[in-house]
């Protein structure tokens, strides 16, 4: 028997556009696209990449709990950056999230995010456990 799937959308204009979901839950898996810190296609925090990463995580927090799920659920995370030097930034904000789950988790560095103020974007996987 096939899952339905639940498909989380932020209203974003773009997400039509570009035909996109903020997060999409499939049985127990959970896949949340890129969080940027924009609002009203704004940065929320132009260049300040620690505040531009909570603003990110506030984001993925919102979309697991619309998916019933917890950062205890977080099994991977995608951190790209405009400037690898600063990683430590964008770490510490992770880690105030993420330090007890501890996921898989990469870092890699990009030439440059949908608007030239970004400088973090964050993807989430989780897996809801049927045990909890």
């Given at each position: 028997?096939?899952?339905?799937?639940?498909?989380?959308?932020?209203?974003?204009?773009?997400?039509?556009?570009?035909?996109?979901?903020?997060?999409?839950?499939?049985?127990?898996?959970?896949?949340?696209?890129g969080n940027k810190a924009m609002q009203?296609?704004?940065?929320?925090?132009?260049?300040?990449?620690?505040?531009?990463?909570?603003?990110?995580?506030?984001?993925?927090?919102?979309?697991?709990?619309?998916?019933?799920?917890?950062?205890?659920?977080?099994?991977?995370t995608r951190m790209y950056v405009t400037?690898?030097?600063?990683?430590?930034?964008?770490?510490?904000?992770?880690?105030?999230?993420?330090?007890?789950?501890?996921?898989?988790?990469?870092?890699?560095?990009?030439?440059g995010l949908i608007h030239p103020d970004?400088?973090?974007?964050?993807?989430?996987?989780?897996?809801?456990?049927?045990?909890?």
């Amino acid at each position: 028997m096939k899952s339905e799937i639940l498909k989380i959308c932020s209203g974003a204009p773009w997400e039509t556009t570009v035909g996109y979901s903020r997060a999409i839950k499939r049985g127990p898996g959970i896949w949340i696209s890129g969080n940027k810190a924009m609002q009203d296609e704004k940065d929320q925090a132009p260049g300040d990449r620690n505040q531009q990463a909570r603003r990110c995580l506030e984001l993925i927090g919102a979309a697991l709990q619309a998916c019933g799920a917890g950062w205890k659920d977080v099994v991977r995370t995608r951190m790209y950056v405009t400037d690898i030097s600063q990683w430590e930034e964008v770490g510490k904000a992770h880690g105030e999230y993420l330090s007890d789950v501890r996921p898989a988790a990469t870092m890699v560095e990009v030439k440059g995010l949908i608007h030239p103020d970004l400088v973090v974007e964050i993807e989430v996987d989780a897996w809801l456990d049927e045990f909890d």
